[in-house]
């Protein structure tokens, strides 16, 4: 396992323990901040831990680099997404 430091002096491992399937019923709030991974293509409004309602357009199916703390259901038109710890 590798640790990963970010330019704030975050820390987080880049193996990933646990994987949750979003689903946007309603708003996703993850347990702890996460990265995402894109299943389909499209819009994703999210909140950072920096910032609050920022709408990424056209986010292509994959990874998302990206550390969320909250997905939107309103706003958000990708699909298949899955928030990865």
């Known amino acids: 396992m ?3 430091h970010n330019d704030r002096g975050q820390h987080y491992s880049q193996v ?3 994987a ?3 689903s946007l019923s309603t708003d996703f ?3 702890y901040p996460s990265q995402l991974f894109i299943g389909g293509t499209g819009n994703i409004k999210v909140d950072t831990p920096e910032s609050m309602g920022v709408t990424f357009t056209g986010v292509p199916a994959g990874f998302f680099p990206v550390l969320v703390t909250k997905v ?3 706003g958000t ?3 298949n997404i899955v928030a990865l710890r």
């Open 77 to 79: 038109s990708a699909t």
């Open 72 to 74: 939107y259901k309103d």
């Open 2 to 4: 590798s640790i990963l």
């Open 29 to 31: 709030v993850p347990t």
């Open 20 to 22: 949750v399937t979003v």
């Open 16 to 18: 990933f323990t646990n």
